[in-house]
Each structure stands twice: as structure tokens, then as C-alpha cells.
């Protein structure tokens, strides 16, 4: 059964990526006294990749276990809390403007909350797949595309993701496969012109993936091609697949307390974190339809805890 909790809190911060955890950095610092809970995959994303070479400060890469670690150590060394508890429901009091987040571990309230639950990349739901992560299937090519320089690689999907991805592989890769599961592209004009014109781009048309296959030491080193015309299949040599077929902003439990644009992304304030909720904010990739990366991620969780601040300096 779930109990109430008697504290109230000043901010609550809901995920624990990069815009979680640095949120929880900057109100700690303000001595919000943040808790902080940190949802099912504690680091979020990041604790899913390997070697991030992307993150300012890190001139020699560190990985992204490690990373999102340091993050935790750091928002926790200026006194914020973490529950490991998964927010189930967020409801406001329309009178006092408390919340009340609903958790696996019971029920807190709060005067202002932050939403940075991240987005999860759609995969294909294959067999094996959530092994391979890391391991030659990732969905990010700015984390992991200089990882293969001069071997072939594949994107799956035809949007403005894949096309952008393709396009960015082909910087290291000596070829990148275009698998998309219909014979048109759904990226803008631009972008397929862009794509379609790159010579070692090859698009493969009403095609899917049907199986991935690995080496002895684990690692990707083909995939089993179907055709989604008549369901023929063959095998194609590649050391990585690139998942480019969308993201599941994840915000379900906010229910009507944010709006969402129709890929499901909180809309948030333009350069701002405030939701149309007062004391309800959100960033990271649950509210970044466009750039999804972990340092702009943190630049919004940074945004956020100010935010938070001002809003809650209204209240006093
Ligand atoms: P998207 O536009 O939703 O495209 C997803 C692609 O994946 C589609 O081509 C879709 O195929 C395919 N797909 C979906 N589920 C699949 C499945 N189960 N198996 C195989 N293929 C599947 O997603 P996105 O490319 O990530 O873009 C999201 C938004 O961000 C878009 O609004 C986009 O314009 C924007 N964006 C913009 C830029 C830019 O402007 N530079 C860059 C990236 C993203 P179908 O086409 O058959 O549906």
C-alpha cells in the first residue's frame, strides 16, 4: 500500500539523466534540498553507451557510466536526496499549488517539481537486441559513430534523424546502408536531397531487419535483411546499427499537467523550462524534440533549477 509522507518538499526532480542530475547540482547549491528520484534506469541513457567523447571537460572521453556516476556524486555532495523510487502520478492542488508525486515508495508533496525523465529511442524489439546496446546497436551516432572508421554501417529509418545520422556516419564509415521500411523518404526535401546525393550513402529501400547476428567476442558483424515487399531476405555485412526510427518522450504520469507536441515532447516555454503548470517544470529530452544531447540536456536541467528557484521565491 502506498503511504503519505508527512515532509513537505521544496523540489522534487523527477530522472536522473544529465538534466536531472545537473538540476539537482544547482538547486542543492541553492539549498532547495532537492529530492531526487531516480526512476528505474538510475543515469538514465548515457549508463547505456560506452565512451563519450562529446562532453566538455573530458578531453581524453570518459565513459557514460562513469560520467552520469560523477554527476550523482556531485549532486549528492551538495545535499541533494535520492529516492530509487518510480513516479507513478503527479497531481496539483488547486487551492495551495502542492504537488503530489505518486511513487512506488508512497506519496510526497512538493511545491514545485522538475520533469526529467528523458526520452527512450524506440528500438525494433528483436531478440538479443537489449544485449547488443553498446555492442554494435546504439541510437546514437554522434555518441558512437567514430567508434567505426572504414568498416560498413547501417541507419534504420527514413525521417530527418536517420537522414542526419547517415550523413554524419559517413564522416568514419566506409559505407552507411539506409534501411528504411518503405521506398520514400519521410525527411525533409532538403535533407533526402542531401542524403540521396552522398556517394557513400546507399539507401535500401522496403526493407527491414530481421535478425542481428555477432562475432565470437559478441559484437555485431551482420544482420539478416527482409524485404517488406515480398518478405525475401539476405544477409548484409555490418559492424553497426544505427536505431534512427524515433524517441517515446516519457511523461505519461503528468497526465494534463503539461502539454505535449504529437510526437508526445512536454512543451515548454520558448527558452524557457516553465510548463503551462506553475512550479511545474521540465528538461532534458522529455522536452527537446531537436537536439538530444547530454550537454544540452544539462544546459536545460541547469535552466530548470533556476527556474524552480525564481517560481519558488514567489511562494514565500
Ligand atoms: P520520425 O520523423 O518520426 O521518423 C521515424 C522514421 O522511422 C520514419 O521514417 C519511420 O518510417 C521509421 N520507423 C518508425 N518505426 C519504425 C519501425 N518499427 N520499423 C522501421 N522503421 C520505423 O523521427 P525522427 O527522424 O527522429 O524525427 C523526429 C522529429 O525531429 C521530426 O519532426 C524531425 O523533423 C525532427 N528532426 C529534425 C532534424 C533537423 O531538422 N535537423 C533532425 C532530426 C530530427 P515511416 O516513414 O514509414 O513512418
Redesign the pocket.
Known sequence: MIQSKQMDEKLIIIGTGPAGYTAAIYAARADLHPLVFTGGQIGGQLTTTTEVENFPGFPEGIMGPELMFNMSQQAEKHGARFAYEEVISITQEACSGLFTVTTSGGAYKAEAVIIATGAKA?Y?GLDGESELIGHGLTACATCDGAFYRDVPVCV???????C?EANFLTRFASKVYLI???DQL?A?KAMQQRTLANEKVEPLWNS?IAAYHTDDKGELCSITLRSTVDGTERELEVKCVFM????TPVSNFAGDLVDRDA?GFVITAPNGTATKTPGLFAAGDVAD??YRQAISAAGMGCRAAMDAERYLLTRE
Open positions: 524506440r525494433l534504420v529509418g527514413g525521417g530527418d534523424s536517420a542526419e528504411h521500411r518503405r519521410r525533409s527491414t534512427a526510427i524515433g524517441h510526437a524534440p531537436t
